[in-house]
Every structure is written in C-alpha cells, then in structure tokens.
C-alpha cells in the first residue's frame, strides 16, 4: 500500500479512498455461516406417529354467565336474578360435584367496587374459577379509543 504517489513535490498524502477489501472479507464471511445454518434451522426429526381414531374429550365444567349491567342489574345466564337471589344460586353452583367456571361480564360503565363485591361473594360461596369476558378490540375500535383519549 502507497500512501504517496508519483508527484515531484515529494508530500504524501493520505488516500481518500474507502478500503472494500476488509467489508467483502466480512460478507462472504456471514454468507458461508447463513449458508451452512440454514440447513440445520430447517431439519426435522421425523418420526412415525401412529395413527388412532379418537374423538374430543367433552368438555364437562359448566359454564356460569353472570352478567352486570351499568345500572346494577344481574342476569343469571341470560335470566335476570334479584341481588338476594345471588347468594343462594352461587351456594347451590359451589356444592355441585364438579365446581363450575363462572364467566363475569361486566358492562364497561359499571363500577369496580360492584365487580369486586361481585367476585368476593362468589369465592364466599365456594366458587374459586372466576373469569371475565371481554369484547375483542377491532382496528375500528382501537382507532376510536385513541381518538377519545386525545380529545
């Protein structure tokens, strides 16, 4: 490598001039390790399943639905229930053979004091799977979220 050239003022000068010698050097390092892993990232083991006719296991946990609406009122599985009638429903559900799963939809203007009191009976009674619904957000409802939040 010559830093200087063949002028007669005898000053070197550096070259301005990016080196590609080293960049190359590095890619067609990275191509042989790409091209020698890839062929290890796509190996399968295979192995020969045997084959048996079975049908789906039946699922056999009932399914409590109790809804809240935001002016208070309950509905035991689609049924609308007193607030009294609450207790002696999710004492019956709790000393079922098999505990049901209770399903709490919520209407989104209800206050978290009720879901909380909601799910505080249910575990009084012996409930202890306790879930909540919810409506999936769409593109459509994301988009109005943030439009509110920004407002």
């Given at each position: 490598?010559?830093?200087g050239?063949?002028t ?14 080293p ?98 009976r ?30």
């Open positions: 490598m010559a830093f050239g063949f007669r003022d005898g000053g070197a000068r550096p070259i301005a001039e990016i080196n590609m010698v960049l190359i050097d590095v890619m067609l390092v990275l191509l042989i390790i790409f091209i020698i892993t890839v062929p290890l990232l796509t190996h399968a083991i295979k192995v020969d399943l045997p084959k048996a006719a079975a049908r789906a296991v039946p699922q056999t946990t009932e399914i409590i639905t109790l809804d809240l609406k935001a002016d208070g009122a309950l509905f035991w599985n689609g049924e609308a229930i007193r607030d009294e009638e609450l207790a002696t429903r999710l004492a019956q559900a709790a000393k079922r053979a098999a505990a049901p799963v209770l399903h709490i939809r919520a209407d989104k203007a209800v206050i978290y004091e009720q879901i909380a009191g909601l799910m505080a249910a575990q009084e009674a012996g409930l202890t799977q306790i879930g909540f619904v919810m409506a999936p957000l769409g593109k459509r409802s994301v988009e109005r979220e943030q439009e509110s939040g920004r407002r």
